[in-house]
């Protein structure tokens, strides 16, 4: 009975630990591979030996120009955020306080828009943005992404505002500011932590993208760095230089994890406050 009891006690620490190497293996493995050198890519060891940084400075060579496309994808996502974040921020705060015909029907449209695969406006908007001249832009990318960042934004902050009291408003109406200087002195101020964490998902989510930058793009210089990995060459037509993508993969997923742990405070703060502090 008390080694049962021990056992149970250990259950739910146990079952996190097997979660997060579930989850965190694949990048341990990518990290592993990232250090090895181009001759040991393929050995099942758990460690490098020797370590080798050799697929880092084929990374940053010249030649596959990832330098510029981690600038692009910085640039892509970060817009993407910042535009979705502004024009969310508004819709969600009609949305969650405002009553007008047709709501919840609009509310569902915004949350069906982010249900359509992008492969099914890929299409289109190539033939729209060719005919416009906004192929190898960054608008070219930034719209469509809009397409699946600005609903996911509108919902998390939707329910957000909902948590806030409305007394809050009415508090300072009373006190002699109109709806709007209410919004944007007391409630925007009092939502800081649900804005911040909708921003990190929806910058995660532009980064991660593939498809639409890989579509809109056909300049080396235009691409994003998802994009610049699928076209890493090696030293002959037909080598995949496996070692290099470990390497930039690494690249990519650090800064998220590194925004993740710095932040995760507030990220959780987000995700279950409301306005009553």
């Not at 009975?1 to 250990?10: E, P």
Request: hydrophobic fraction near 55%; glycine fraction near 4%; proline fraction near 5%.
């Amino acid at each position: 009975m008390i080694l049962t009891a021990k056992w149970r006690q250990w259950l739910p620490y146990m079952g996190v630990a097997a979660v997060m190497a579930y989850c965190l293996a694949p990048f341990y493995w990518m990290l592993v591979s990232s250090l090895r050198r181009s001759t040991d890519i393929f050995s099942t060891s758990l460690f490098p030996h020797p370590v080798s940084f050799e697929n880092y400075r084929a990374v940053f060579s010249p030649s596959q120009g990832f330098s510029r496309a981690l600038l692009n994808s910085l640039i892509v996502a970060g817009v993407t955020t910042v535009l979705s974040l502004l024009l969310a921020t508004f819709t969600a705060y009609a949305m969650a306080r405002l009553e007008f015909r047709f709501k919840r029907l609009i509310l569902t449209l915004i949350i069906a828009t982010s249900m359509f695969p992008v492969v099914s406006i890929v299409v289109p908007l190539l033939k729209l943005f060719t005919d416009i001249g906004w192929i190898n832009t960054y608008q070219a990318m930034i719209v469509p992404s809009m397409s699946f960042t600005l609903p996911l934004a509108v919902w998390n902050l939707t329910t957000f505002f909902r948590q806030m009291p409305d007394e809050l408003e009415h508090a300072a109406m009373v006190d002699g500011c109109t709806r709007g200087q209410a919004f944007r002195r007391i409630i925007v101020p009092l939502a800081a932590p649900g804005i911040f964490t909708t921003a990190i998902i929806t910058f995660i989510a532009a980064w991660n993208e593939f498809l639409i930058a890989l579509s809109m793009t056909n300049k080396p210089g235009m691409q994003t760095a998802t994009v610049a990995i699928s076209k890493f060459s090696g030293a002959t037509t037909y080598q995949t230089p496996y070692g290099s993508q470990m390497a930039a993969g690494v690249l990519v997923t650090v800064p998220l994890v590194i925004m993740v742990l710095v932040f995760q405070r507030r990220i959780v703060a987000g995700l279950t406050a409301g306005a009553a502090k």
